[in-house]
């Protein structure tokens, strides 16, 4: 019986944390709809890479992709100083998001590129 319990118990502790985080990248995925700045969309789309992360890798791959297309062609159009470094600190923390992944599916040196 108490095995049962603690199954339905951990089972309503995932959902519940999956409900959350539908509910983040909801939102997020509002706040990037209405976002202008090419600044915001690459901050915004690494987030809900971010959030995807934990329970669906491959999504969050695509998000950061999009994140990384989203800031180098700011910074390739000749971005203001201030864009330029926004720019730059979102490839870095999507870089880093990236070495994550390919780290936890056990690709070292993809990790490391």
Known sequence: MKKIALCFFFTLIIFSAVRSA??????????????????????????????YFNFSPDSAMLFWNRAEQIANAGINAGAEKQKYLSFKKTIAEVLNSKGAYFFARGDSKKAIE
């Open 22 to 51: 539908d509910k983040k990248i909801d939102s997020l995925q509002v706040l990037l709809k209405n976002s202008k700045e090419d600044t915001s969309k690459a901050w915004l789309n690494n987030l809900i890479g971010e959030v």
